[in-house]
């Protein structure tokens, strides 16, 4: 395994179910993983790939069986059925950013290296990291770090970006390990960092919102008995997916019938999250936090 392989390859494919004339969605291409697996399982079938990345778009091999679509996903299903299809088999999204994305500097999305801040997934979308840190206001700042990257000292870190960039703009990823340095740890550096870019990312790219719309629209175009299977890597994600399944909802209690029954649109495959085992952390850190949900439409 190197970086490019997905984290629980074998054990998403497997909870696709893969049927060999079945309709599949990848709503997460990027390097083409999972995508090449599925279609290894495929005869008849069809499997329509999203990534709004134009570096994904290199990794698309010639398949009849495979159509891609550089989009966000969260319009996928306007776009199976432009392609002819109105339900499918299986969607399965990897939510985890692709290492193309980690390890080019000039992409920004890694606190490892010396980089303009942007971290769009999108080259072509408007807002950018540097438009984050330079230009939101205190209440922007402390909501996405406090909610999207649950930091402990959100008011210390927001209060420093605030004063430093007065001095002159943070516009290098560099630059802003430099300003907030203060803030962080010195015992967990690498985790402090890793949750300050991660809020920075969601709200560049909406990520949150999207995943949202995208679980909503899931009901109503997956076919009964068919298979959900998102992999995640943060704690605000696997909550939106583990509420959403077991609930079909984000918050609250599930909805019931006029019995008392509970009315959801998926049921659980499996009850507690898969995680990776130690010999494919050890061979990949990355996939360290990857947690893997199942569901089956009822």
Same mark, same amino acid.
């Given at each position: ?28 291409? !990027? ?21 709004? @990345?134009? @570096? ?27 392609? !002819? ?174 019995? !008392? ?38």
């Amino acid at each position: 395994m190197d970086y490019h392989t997905p984290a629980l390859l074998n054990e998403s494919i497997e909870g696709l179910s893969i049927k060999p004339g079945g309709i599949y969605v990848d709503l997460t291409f !990027g390097s083409g993983g999972h995508s090449k697996e599925i279609i290894k399982k495929l005869k008849t079938g069809k499997l329509i790939a999203f990534d709004q @990345d134009a @570096d994904a778009e290199k990794n698309v091999i010639d398949d009849k069986r495979l159509i891609f679509v550089r989009s966000n996903f969260k319009f996928f299903n306007n776009f199976i059925k432009y392609h !002819g299809f109105s339900m499918v088999d299986g969607i399965i999204a990897d939510l985890g950013i692709s290492s193309f994305h980690i390890d080019k500097p000039e992409r920004g999305f890694s606190y490892r290296f010396d980089g303009i801040l942007d971290m769009r997934m999108n080259g072509d979308s408007l807002l950018t990291a540097k438009t984050v840190i330079n230009s939101y206001d205190k209440e922007k700042l402390s909501y996405i770090f406090s909610t999207y990257g649950e930091v402990e000292n959100t008011g210390k870190l927001v209060y420093v970006i605030m004063k430093n960039r007065l001095a002159g703009e943070i516009a290098t990823t560099g630059k802003l390990r430099e300003a907030i340095s203060e803030c962080i740890p010195r015992y967990n550096e690498n985790k402090y960092l890793s949750k300050v870019f991660q809020a920075i990312r969601i709200e560049v790219n909406d990520e949150i919102e999207t995943l949202k719309k995208t679980l909503i629209i899931t009901k109503e175009v997956i076919k009964k008995d068919g298979r959900l299977v998102i992999i995640t890597y943060n704690s605000l994600e696997d909550r939106i997916v583990k509420n959403y399944i077991r609930k079909g909802k984000f918050e609250g209690d599930a909805d019931k019938d006029l019995y !008392g029954n509970i009315n959801v649109p998926f049921e659980q495959v499996n009850k507690k999250p898969i995680i990776p085992g130690e010999k494919e952390v050890k061979i990949n850190n990355r996939v360290r936090s990857a947690k893997l949900r199942i569901a089956k439409k009822n």
